[in-house]
């Protein structure tokens, strides 16, 4: 007998990234636009809507992160100052490395909505899983029917990419509701309330639409609820869910969640896969 | 060939020399801080003769017995696990350059051992690991690895402790399969079975004579011995649907109000795999290592994500582990998480007892 030799590259190692372009979009929350190192892996590149990466910052650690998109030639990730790594992470200027391991995970299945209404419904700051996805749409506008974009926050100041949002208002078929919760006045275009008041607004056909959710927990529970009984089927809604999260490869067992690991059977999941324990404490 | 012979006692020191002329370090079972550990040994000298083990919930006592068996006990606080899913093990480093940094991963050199002493709660509990570790999507090589260089050599058991219940699971006491080697011990010697090509090249050294029916009748009726002698008994039928239908069962609430939260469960439990991976940076800067070690869901960190904590309190860890272990883990693994090897209840400090208790949540129906 010999020592085992290990043959494969490890599926824990990250590649090195360039910090490209560092981008301030409110006081807490930043956007990166990255470039692998190696060109070939650069290139060769390449993640469904929905999916996420392991960022890892040189001597304090990995954190997943939703992919936003790739603008041009860069791939982005938009980050919220929230704990000890993410804050590290903000000190980061252009021209600085990263580490980078993904894509992993099922995104959305976007690829199988064509002909169908596209209903998205975000609620908080966590809209950057959906953005790739609605911008996908966009791109390939007529493969869809409408587009309906719901998204609720606490201020109207705190809405991301508002220029975004502004231009896929004058799409044709195409609706974008807004809601801020905790706004004292009704600013245009948008109504005083949580997400699930921009509901009756909506037009959509519900027996011929995909629904794709992002949020917290309570609220993706409550709106699946309400649309099932307006007449969607719950097989064509989907969400996308956030938990603790370390290998991102199904290893760890931190996201294990009902009979799912949420970083490779999710993060992206149809309703029916979870309802029975979404929104319960402790899951 | 036969495929079974006997080794007599005073020849069993034969099976180590083998094994260690072919290039393993033995592992086997011996002694250490009151209770039975598997550690490197070199000779037969390093086994528990004579020892026997009395455990109920939170509490395992050695005791020594008048005869020269070497396992004459059902398991130590710690199955295979540690030798292949390490507690502790550097997935990789970074080190500091002009430009920004570079990773790299370390040679994975696993040494080849053979495991002494494992039991069919343990084998059931490897080909779980297997699955989580091997077979699928990623396979972990650090597993992997260790996995590729294991001897295993097997022994069915003879004496059970109260906390036993393999028997209910389905895994055990009697072996069939997963070993490279299989012993039954009696008071003379053992019968010895191979199972792999890689155990019918020790067993074909081994200096063996060939098992008499009485010998062959002695091993059989321990056997079922052990199997007829376990009291507990693990609920197996609906445990999905049950544990579900009671999620929010007053007895979750009861076991927080004596459960620690302290991990001993899950750090004893064969098929327990949670880790976290730990950022280790090196004072001067210049370098920086990624760790994973072994993690508990009874650690309230567990469930963190920024800002909020999904399992704050105890009975909702313990649910965490319970669900998961007994309900959940038959969709994700096909079969139950536990093997039956009753660990977590000996080893419980405050003596939870994991099969009552699940019979209390899932069992009224």
Redesign the interface.
């Known amino acids: 007998?010999?020592?085992?030799?290990?043959s494969?590259?490890?599926?824990?190692?990250?590649?090195?990234a360039?910090i490209v372009e560092r981008i301030q979009e409110t006081p807490d929350v930043f956007t990166w636009r990255l470039r692998f190192?190696d060109e070939t892996l650069h290139r060769e590149y390449q993640f469904f809507h929905g999916q996420f990466n392991m960022l890892?910052i040189?001597?304090?650690?990995?954190i997943p992160v939703s992919i936003k998109n790739r603008e041009g030639d860069l791939l982005t990730h938009t980050i919220r100052v929230?704990?000890r790594i993410?804050q590290a992470m903000a000190e980061l200027k252009a021209g600085?490395?990263i580490?980078i391991r993904g894509p992993y995970g099922r995104g959305w299945p976007i690829h199988d909505c064509s002909g169908k209404d596209m209903v998205f419904i975000t609620a908080g700051l966590g809209c950057a899983p959906v953005i790739s996805a609605i911008e996908y749409v966009v791109e390939n506008r007529p493969r869809f029917g409408r587009l309906v974009i719901m998204q609720s926050v606490k201020h109207h100041t705190d809405l991301l990419w508002r220029k975004s949002y502004d231009e896929w208002r004058e799409l044709p078929n195409t609706q974008v509701l807004l809601a801020a919760s905790h706004d004292k006045a009704n600013w245009p275009n948008w109504e005083l309330g949580r997400v699930a008041s921009l509901f009756d607004d909506a037009i959509y056909d519900k027996k011929n639409c995909t629904v794709m959710m992002c949020g917290p927990d309570g609220m993706m529970k409550g709106a699946a609820r309400m649309l099932s009984e307006v007449g969607v089927p719950e097989a064509h809604i989907f969400l996308s869910l956030?938990?603790?999260m370390?290998?991102g490869?199904?290893?760890?067992?931190?996201c294990?969640f009902?009979?799912?690991?949420v970083c490779?059977d999710g993060p992206v999941f149809s309703y029916p896969e979870v309802k029975?324990?979404l929104g319960?404490?402790?899951? | 060939m036969s495929r079974s012979g006997y080794l007599t006692r005073e020849k069993f020191p034969a099976l180590l020399n083998t094994l260690q002329m072919d290039g393993y370090s033995c592992v086997g079972p011996n002694v250490r801080d009151g209770a039975i550990s598997f550690d490197k040994i070199q000779s037969v000298d390093a086994l528990p003769q004579g020892v026997e083990v009395d455990m109920k919930p939170g509490e395992v006592r050695l005791r020594q017995e008048d005869h020269r068996r070497y396992f004459a006990w059902p398991n130590g606080p710690q199955s295979v696990k540690p030798w292949l899913y390490r507690s502790r093990e550097l997935l990789w480093s970074a080190r500091q350059t002009d430009e920004g940094f570079v990773f790299s991963e370390p040679q994975i050199e696993a040494e080849p051992i053979a495991y002494i002493g494992a039991r069919a709660c343990d084998l059931a509990a490897i080909k779980l690991q297997d699955q989580h570790f091997i077979q699928c999507e990623y396979p972990d090589p650090y597993y992997s690895a260790h996995r590729k260089a294991l001897f295993i050599v097997a022994i069915n058991c003879s004496h059970a402790a109260s906390t036993c219940f393999c028997a209910s699971t389905g895994d055990g006491p009697e072996i069939s399969g997963g070993y490279d080697l299989l012993l039954d011990e009696l008071d003379d010697g053992y019968q010895v079975h191979f199972g792999t090509e890689k155990g019918l090249s020790i067993f074909e050294q081994l200096p063996l004579q060939s098992v008499t029916e009485a010998q062959e009748k002695q091993a059989q009726a321990q056997l079922e011995a052990v199997a007829s002698g376990q009291e507990r008994k693990l609920l197996q039928e609906d445990m999905y649907s049950n544990i579900f239908a009671n999620l929010d069962n007053d007895e979750w609430d009861k076991i927080a109000e004596t459960c620690l939260a302290c991990g001993n469960c899950t750090s004893v439990c064969p098929t327990c795999f949670c880790h976290r991976e730990v950022e280790s940076a090196a004072l001067d800067g210049q370098s920086s290592a990624h760790y994973r070690e072994w993690d508990s869901c009874f650690n309230q960190d567990h469930s963190y994500i920024h800002g909020f904590t999904v399992r704050k309190s105890i009975q909702l860890r313990y649910r965490q582990w319970m669900s998961h272990k007994l309900g959940t883990w038959r969709k994700q693994y096909g079969r139950s998480g536990c093997t039956g090897c009753g660990r977590c209840i000996a080893w419980c400090p405050v003596g939870i007892d994991f099969v009552a208790e699940s019979d209390q949540i899932a069992g009224n129906f």
Not at chain 1, 1 to 6: E, F, L, P, R
Not at chain 1, 8 to 16: K, N, R
Not at chain 1, 258 to 261: A, E, W, Y
Not at chain 1, 280 to 283: D, R
């Open positions: 007998m010999s020592a085992q030799q290990q494969t590259p490890s599926p824990y190692l990250p590649y090195e360039e190192v890892y040189y001597g304090v650690g990995e929230v704990g993410t600085q490395h580490g956030e938990r603790s370390q290998c490869i199904g290893h760890c067992g931190h294990q009902s009979g799912h690991f490779k029975e324990v319960h404490k402790g899951f």
